[in-house]
């Protein structure tokens, strides 16, 4: 039998991620090696403090402080640090070198993806980041390769597990949103700042290397409309559950066309590109994504030869995490031993990334008001003025206890809509005389 080549590994962090690599580098190293078709060595782990506990159980020699050194010498560098610095420095210092590296990092890769695949061009290198979304779901891989000859028009995703985890409570307790946070921290799926996962912040960075590979354009952090789940509230979740929806947080990559087609949705401004976006959003409580539960990912691709896919499972967690990172690695090593730089993403897609207010969907709105006769039309005859036609118009009426005043909550669910318009009705709606309060105004997709 040949002897196997040997490719030097190089990990960046031994934290929940880096930890699991490393233990499966090392308990699982010849089947990595037959898979690769090289010995992968893990010839150093970098950390920040050597004496820190670990959640594996690893040769104290591996470790390092000097991470620089340990890239310089490797063939292949794993990034499971997090951070921007120096998290891009080593690796842009990796790929001068000559490595192919592997990271999941979305947060570096969102903000400056641009930069780190130049450098893997020009250094001729392989640069993956499967685990960046979704954790161990399979969904890069799918959108760059499988799908490479079809033309995605659309991905809708649950990329954030302690948001979903949220409002999946909220719906099956009514637990107001303060209190699903503290049994989301309590379980250890929310971090003591919850703020980049419930503003949404982490999303968008995932939102936009979704959009980067599903539109082959190269799309930042910047290019993506980001609302979180704060603001969502017990009543709301109630009323949409009502109504048959339920509420998620969804990554959103729709490509908009200045007249809309077969397969492709009209722009409200008559422009062509790409919406990228987050924020809470109803549906259907029969749409596949409804069903995903707990701290669970999914994402839905619409493609159009394709058709509907969905991609559903583990979206954080070290050894679920750790899987992505390994299928990245063997890629990587694979690409090295075969020569050349592998398979590598294309960017001739060149569409612009559209502000807010091109994107049209149907929106609910929960409105309080004066339980009078003719109401209901004064609210339908300001809502055509305004170009937004009414799907679903549904009244409660409340009683107050104490004053013995009826009140009525009226709920809309309206045909698909511009922002533009829809702000402009709702700002009219807020100055007729029978309306209490605007109690929220949501966006629906899946309709
Ligand atoms: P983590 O538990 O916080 O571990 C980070 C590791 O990096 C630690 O070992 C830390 O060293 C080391 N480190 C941090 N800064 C360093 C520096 N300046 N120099 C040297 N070492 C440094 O992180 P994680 O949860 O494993 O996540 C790692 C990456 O994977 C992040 O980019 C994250 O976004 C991504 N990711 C994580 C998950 C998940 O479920 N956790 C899922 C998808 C993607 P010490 O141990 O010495 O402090």
Do not use: W
Request: glycine share 10%.
């Amino acid at each position: 039998m040949t002897e196997l080549r040997t490719l030097k590994v190089a990990l960046l962090g031994c934290g929940n991620v880096g930890a699991q690599v490393a233990r499966i580098l090392l308990d699982d190293a010849e089947m990595l090696a037959s898979r690769a078709g090289a010995r992968l060595e893990l010839a150093g782990i970098a950390v920040r403090n050597l004496d820190a506990p670990r959640d594996v159980e690893l040769p104290r020699g591996l470790f390092t402080t000097d991470a620089e050194t340990l890239v310089k010498d490797a063939d292949l560098v794993i990034e499971l640090m997090g951070g921007i610095e120096p998290a891009r420095t080593l690796i842009l210092t990796a790929m001068r070198n000559g490595a192919c590296v592997v990271t999941g990092n979305k947060a570096l890769v969102a903000k400056d993806g641009p930069t780190l695949h130049e450098e893997a061009d020009k250094a001729g290198v392989q640069l993956s980041y499967e685990a960046a979304v979704a954790g161990a779901i399979p969904i890069l891989r799918p959108i760059r390769d499988s799908l490479s000859g079809d033309r995605i028009t659309r991905v809708l995703g649950i990329v954030n597990g302690t948001t979903n985890f949220i409002l999946d409570q909220m719906d099956s307790t009514g637990a107001q949103f303060a209190d699903a946070l503290a049994e989301a921290q309590r379980l250890g799926y929310a971090e003591a700042d919850p703020t980049a996962d419930v503003e949404g912040h982490d999303a968008a960075s995932k939102a936009a290397i979704l959009a980067s590979l599903s539109f082959h354009t190269r799309f930042s952090l910047d290019d993506v409309y980001c609302e979180g789940i704060s603001s969502v509230t017990a009543a709301d979740i109630a009323a949409a559950k009502d109504a048959g929806f339920v509420i998620k947080l969804l990554a959103i990559a729709e490509k908009l066309e200045a007249t809309g087609g077969e397969t492709s949705t009209e722009a409200a401004d008559g422009n062509t590109g790409v919406s990228v976006r987050v924020h809470p959003t109803l549906l259907p409580r029969e749409h596949p994504l409804a069903a995903v539960h707990g701290a669970f990912n999914a994402v839905f691709v619409e493609a159009e030869n394709a058709g509907e896919l969905m991609f559903y499972g583990q979206g954080a967690g070290g050894k679920p995490t750790a899987s992505a990172v390994m299928g990245d690695l063997i890629s990587a090593a694979r690409s090295i031993v075969l020569g050349g730089p592998g398979r590598a993403e294309t960017t001739t897609g060149q569409v612009v990334a559209l502000p807010i207010t091109s994107a049209v969907t149907s929106y609910y709105i929960g409105l309080d008001v004066a339980d009078q006769p003719g109401v209901l039309a004064k609210i339908a005859r300001l809502f055509a003025e305004h170009g937004v036609s009414i799907e679903i118009m549904r009244q409660t009426i409340h009683r107050d206890a104490d004053s013995n005043v009826e009140s009525a909550e009226l709920r809309i669910v309206t045909h698909r809509a511009s922002e533009a318009a829809l702000a402009a009705t709702v700002e009219a709606v807020k100055g007729l005389d029978v309306i209490n309060s605007v109690t929220s105004v949501l966006r629906v997709e899946g309709v």
